[in-house]
């Protein structure tokens, strides 16, 4: 109830003392709202320093700590063993990435690559890159890099190979596109497989010049050095300096990133954190106190702006914006505990304090108003002038306008509420009466004295007043009626009312609950029924059906309809949504016992006055659904089993009927709110509840049976989530229990004693019917080898036809082109030099620029002819499809004669296919090319990426929507020297050579009028 009237408690927290430490240092902006929550070894991380933060595609965050590895689900850390063929030696955990379902985990002594399901160890500290690793990266083709004191390397097929020239130490890495830069004693960038100096910045002379580079979304270059500057370069001329603020100076910095809008994040070994963008819009947080000394080791940005902290022997922190920002001291209130508030007409906040005094909200800011003696203030309001007035606790009223305040003298010392009715009158309610002022005098009204007055609702022409001596009062038609126990309110303080325009009025209690009172007939809604507290001090109704309540433990929000329903008796619990400090209140404690102690902004928020400040509610950003239930696994007898479809039954072998499922319930935002229960229908129907950070389900010795298996989440005061995860499941008995094994065994033994009386001539009899059905079978198996056979003859003597013929063909090319090629060199020689001796002569000028251009063209086709006749040394290694079509799509790009959009489609889930990624990279290439120059009238280009559903390969199309081609032509597009459209048509024979030389097959399909399709299939990694 109100400050005086109630002792106070405060729930306090690291978290929250981290939140009210410091304040952004340029105007609020970014860290403004924003609350920290940390987690420490106590909430089960491996360890406190945390070096490494990553999030993988199933929603968990991976934790590397100096003493292992965790997956954390938002409540429980779960710690991961590694599994590598000679065990985990060392735990401290350097560095993770994450690429797509796999995470990459550096150790001091490895490297392993996993998912939830397990790691497996790909290098050892024999690597020499693993002795002094630093940092790791994958970059968009899934080529792993580690940066390390003996230089960068690159992982492939479990070697790290060293691909920087010479010994440098390489603490950071970053790539964007095709370059790759690391930090060092110099910043170095990898352009074209080669490494050079980034230029323009400097070259240092100790160890650790630049410790951190990171590029932006736009191509820019960031960089860290030793002495905690930030540098940012868009270009080899372009070196600028970040200027940061003073308290930064010095400051080593401790990780570095850029998330996707193109802003860098900076975090300091001394605390603070830094935003800046290439244009500009620096913002920095550095808060004071315990915060000071905290190290940041690793940084992560995730869309939603939210920053996760790896941080030096503080564990791990998350910096986020809540749905409750609360305003207090660090604001600039020079006392926490708020009493009222109110937005007037021109949407401007006024503060009132129990004890500090009365303040204006600017901008994020309280300002105190001095020209206001009075430092205890109760209520506040506006007259239909547009003054503000305020009630104090035993200085009178004051009336503001113009920017100074009069007294009213001491005619109403005590003012506990205010309110406008809908005719613009302000009510005052004070100790024993209530006064009315029209804009003109201010008068008391005669019947409704007697009462404290602590909230004054208006609906239409009729007021409705809580009593904080019990009951309430309602004013109608000029006339007062006060209502109490003998009209069956129960004997508690009247805190709050809410007329509700459907009849009646909702009645705030202290202690007594929520009361909805109409016509005489009382309805109680407290715990029993789901209220979140049996104390209510402010009731208000944001614009969503929700009704807002203010208590000791909390701000609370129940639906209006569901409330609506226990009255009328169609319902016998409502839902209670609790915010608490993990939302963003600072304490729980809620003052109440004056009016308005809950007001609603213009802007649709919700404001409360607590103990700690004024807290401001966005109910838009207030999670009320728990998040979804997913199954993680499922075993019976240690044999994992995927769960079946709605409505299917999933049938299990007989065994000992030992059951484990392992769910998940990824929730950031919702901290311990979070519970789960479970039941097993055909065992026990009953419902069992979960510990919060408890996600497995073990029965060591189910008997057989069917069963359902339920699982529900749900936030605590609310309903459970419905229907949640279902499994329908049959254990089927061991056949030697079944009753059929005895019936079996029995028509055994009487079919045993009737073959012995059959006789041995029975015997004989079907053992001469066996022999002729088998000759009989084996003379038809005969008869269709030889068919097969005699064709595969042919086509073997047809195919070494085509080969014998093909190698000529090869050595005859081979030879020409040898021949040709270098008379057409001097030709091409000869050319050039008369060029730059006639080249300025207008009579020989153009007929030398003929001879240089066809001397060009016959060696582009010397250069497809002896492609043609070469025999290559392939590189076949397993592809991922996606990749193989990314790169391709990419390359297209570049190219100015691809003039058509590339666009790609590429199921999900695809196996990789054996093949040589360069060569196949050049046929796919060459059929891109092939369609922007000859599909006429295409508009674009669609590469297509799908599964065989008659072999183990995989199918890659490139397809236009242009003329299509003749059936004739089709026949005869994979021979040499056939082109439709100029050219030396040797692209597609020799794409055809390079596809079978792979094991694989490329065909076309066209019509005119209907586009072409060219289709190369590739064997896939599941044929092996």
């Given amino acids: 109830m109100g400050t005086a009237m109630k002792s106070r408690w405060v729930i306090t927290a690291l978290t929250i003392f981290l939140l009210r430490a410091g304040s952004p240092v340029f105007g609020g902006g970014w860290a403004d709202g924003r609350v920290l929550r940390k987690w420490t070894r106590e909430d089960g991380l491996p360890q406190d320093s945390v070096t490494a933060v990553a999030r993988s595609s199933d929603g968990y965050i991976w934790v590397g700590t100096q003493e292992g590895l965790a997956r954390f689900d938002g409540v429980r850390f779960e710690s991961i063993a590694l599994v590598s063929r000679s065990g985990l030696r060392d735990g401290s955990v350097i560095a993770l990435a994450s690429d797509h379902d796999r995470l990459w985990v550096l150790t001091g002594h490895a490297l392993y690559r996993g998912n939830r399901q397990g790691f497996v160890e790909v290098l050892t500290e024999a690597d020499q890159s693993l002795g002094r690793g630093q940092t790791l990266s994958v970059d968009h083709t899934g080529t792993v890099w580690i940066g390390s004191a003996e230089g960068v390397f690159r992982v492939e097929k479990s070697v790290a190979k060293a691909d920087s020239s010479g010994k440098e130490w390489f603490s950071s890495l970053t790539e964007h596109g095709e370059v790759l830069c690391a930090a060092g004693t110099s910043v170095r960038c990898r352009v074209g497989g080669s490494w050079h100096i980034r230029k323009p910045f400097p070259t240092g002379e100790g160890e650790d010049t630049f410790t951190h580079v990171a590029f932006d979304s736009r191509g820019t270059l960031w960089a860290a050095d030793s002495s905690g500057d930030i540098w940012m370069s868009s270009g080899t001329d372009d070196l600028r300096r970040l200027e940061l603020p003073e308290r930064f100076s010095g400051a080593r910095v401790g990780a570095?990133?850029?998330?996707?809008?193109?802003?860098?994040?900076?975090?300091?070994?001394?605390?603070?954190?830094?935003?800046?963008?290439?244009?500009?819009?620096?913002?920095?947080?550095?808060?004071?106190?315990?915060?000071?000394?905290?190290?940041?080791?690793?940084?992560?940005?995730?869309?939603?702006?939210?920053?996760?902290?790896?941080?030096?022997?503080?564990?791990?922190?998350?910096?986020?914006?809540?749905?409750?920002?609360?305003?207090?001291?660090?604001?600039?209130?020079?006392?926490?505990?708020?009493?009222?508030?109110?937005?007037?007409?021109?949407?401007?906040?006024?503060?009132?304090?129990?004890?500090?005094?009365?303040?204006?909200?600017?901008?994020?800011?309280?300002?105190?108003?001095?020209?206001?003696?009075?430092?205890?203030?109760?209520?506040?309001?506006?007259?239909?002038?547009?003054?503000?007035?305020?009630?104090?606790?035993?200085?009178?009223?004051?009336?503001?306008?113009?920017?100074?305040?009069?007294?009213?003298?001491?005619?109403?010392?005590?003012?506990?509420?205010?309110?406008?009715?809908?005719?613009?009158?302000?009510?005052?309610?004070?100790?024993?009466?209530?006064?009315?002022?029209?804009?003109?005098?201010?008068?008391?009204?005669?019947?409704?004295?007697?009462?404290?007055?602590?909230?004054?609702?208006?609906?239409?022409?009729?007021?409705?007043?809580?009593?904080?001596?019990?009951?309430?009062?309602?004013?109608?038609?000029?006339?007062?009626?006060?209502?109490?126990?003998?009209?069956?309110?129960?004997?508690?303080?009247?805190?709050?009312?809410?007329?509700?325009?459907?009849?009646?009025?909702?009645?705030?209690?202290h202690m007594g609950g929520l009361l909805h009172f109409d016509e005489g007939r009382v309805i109680s809604i407290t715990t029993a029924e789901g209220l979140c507290d049996d104390s209510v001090f402010s009731m208000i109704e944001d614009d969503g059906g929700r009704f807002w309540m203010s208590s000791n433990h909390g701000v609370f929000a129940v639906r209006r309809d569901e409330l609506e329903k226990v009255v009328a008796g169609e319902r016998k619990t409502v839902d209670c949504r609790l915010l608490g400090v993990a939302d963003g209140l600072i304490g729980r404690e809620c003052n109440g016992g004056q009016q308005p102690s809950a007001w609603k902004d213009h802007r649709g928020r919700l404001w409360f006055a607590t103990a700690e400040g004024a807290a401001v509610v966005d109910p838009a950003k207030v999670v009320f659904d728990p998040p979804r239930l997913k199954i993680e696994s499922f075993a019976v007898d240690g044999r994992k089993y995927e769960p079946p479809g709605k409505g299917l039954l999933l049938d299990i072998s007989p065994g000992r009927g030992e059951l484990e499922l392992q769910f998940s319930s990824i929730d950031f935002d919702l901290g311990d709110q979070l519970h789960f229960r479970f039941r097993l229908s055909g065992l026990d129907d009953?419902?069992?509840?979960?510990?919060?950070?408890?996600?497995?389900?073990?029965?060591?010795?189910?008997?057989?049976?069917?069963?359902?298996?339920?699982?529900?989440?749900?936030?605590?005061?609310?309903?459970?989530?419905?229907?949640?995860?279902?499994?329908?499941?049959?254990l089927r008995p061991a056949f030697v229990d079944s009753r059929w094994f005895v019936i079996l065994m029995g028509l055994v033994a009487a079919f045993a004693v009737w073959i012995a009386n059959r006789g041995r001539v029975g015997i004989l009899r079907r053992r001469q019917k066996r022999l002729e059905e088998l000759v009989d079978l084996r003379t038809r198996e005969l008869a269709e080898i030889n068919s097969t056979l005699e064709q595969r003859v042919d086509e073997g003597i047809a195919a070494l036809r085509e080969s014998e013929r093909m190698a000529a063909y090869g050595r005859l090319i081979a030879g020409v082109s040898h021949e040709i090629r270098h008379p057409l060199f001097a030709i091409r020689t000869v050319t050039h030099l008369l060029g730059r001796r006639f080249g300025a002569n207008p009579s020989t000028?153009?007929?030398?620029?003929?001879?240089?251009?066809?001397?060009?063209?016959?060696?582009?086709?010397?250069?497809?002819?002896?492609?043609?006749?070469?025999?290559?040394?392939?590189?076949?290694?397993?592809?991922?499809?996606?990749?193989?079509?990314?790169?391709?799509?990419?390359?297209?790009?570049?190219?100015?004669?691809?003039?058509?959009?590339?666009?790609?489609?590429?199921?999900?889930?695809?196996?990789?296919?054996?093949?040589?990624?360069a060569a196949i990279h050049q046929v796919l290439l060459n059929l891109v090319h092939n369609a922007a120059r000859h599909a006429v009238g295409a508009s674009r280009i669609l590469v297509r990426v799908r599964r065989y559903d008659q072999g183990n390969s995989i199918l890659i199309s490139v397809e236009d929507d242009g003329a299509g081609m003749s059936s004739e032509v089709q026949e005869q597009v994979f021979e040499p020297f056939f082109s439709g459209a100029g050219g030396t048509g040797l692209g597609l024979a020799i794409a055809r050579r390079l596809v079978r030389e792979q094991k694989g097959r490329i065909k076309v399909r066209s019509r005119p009028g209907e586009g072409t399709v060219f289709t190369v299939e590739l064997p896939s990694g599941e044929s092996e």
């Fill in 256 to 509: 570095m990133l850029c998330d996707e809008e193109g802003s860098v994040w900076v975090g300091y070994l001394r605390g603070g954190i830094v935003r800046a963008g290439a244009e500009g819009g620096l913002e920095s947080w550095h808060p004071g106190g315990a915060w000071e000394s905290v190290q940041i080791l690793s940084l992560m940005v995730e869309d939603d702006d939210t920053l996760w902290l790896g941080t030096a022997h503080q564990g791990l922190v998350r910096f986020f914006r809540a749905p409750v920002r609360v305003y207090s001291e660090t604001d600039g209130l020079r006392v926490a505990s708020v009493s009222c508030g109110f937005e007037d007409s021109r949407n401007r906040q006024w503060i009132g304090t129990a004890g500090g005094g009365l303040y204006r909200f600017v901008d994020g800011a309280m300002i105190p108003v001095s020209s206001l003696k009075s430092t205890h203030i109760l209520s506040l309001g506006e007259d239909s002038l547009g003054r503000l007035w305020v009630g104090t606790a035993g200085d009178g009223v004051f009336i503001g306008g113009g920017g100074a305040f009069h007294s009213l003298g001491e005619t109403l010392p005590i003012v506990l509420s205010m309110t406008r009715d809908e005719a613009g009158s302000l009510w005052l309610g004070v100790l024993q009466s209530v006064y009315r002022f029209d804009g003109r005098s201010l008068e008391r009204v005669p019947s409704l004295g007697g009462m404290n007055p602590t909230w004054i609702g208006a609906s239409g022409d009729e007021m409705w007043l809580a009593n904080g001596l019990g009951g309430v009062a309602r004013w109608h038609d000029g006339e007062g009626t006060l209502y109490g126990e003998e009209d069956g309110l129960p004997p508690v303080a009247a805190v709050t009312v809410l007329p509700d325009d459907r009849g009646g009025v909702w009645i705030g209690t």
């Fill in 845 to 917: 000028g153009e007929e030398l620029g003929i001879l240089e251009r066809e001397t060009d063209r016959m060696h582009r086709l010397v250069d497809d002819l002896l492609e043609l006749g070469r025999p290559h040394e392939l590189n076949i290694v397993q592809c991922r499809p996606f990749e193989l079509v990314a790169h391709l799509v990419e390359s297209a790009g570049v190219h100015e004669e691809v003039g058509l959009p590339v666009e790609r489609e590429v199921e999900p889930d695809l196996p990789a296919v054996w093949a040589d990624r």
């Fill in 686 to 730: 009953r419902w069992v509840e979960l510990d919060e950070k408890d996600r497995r389900i073990y029965f060591a010795s189910l008997p057989p049976g069917e069963y359902s298996l339920q699982i529900q989440n749900g936030l605590r005061g609310m309903s459970w989530a419905k229907p949640g995860l279902k499994i329908a499941f049959r």
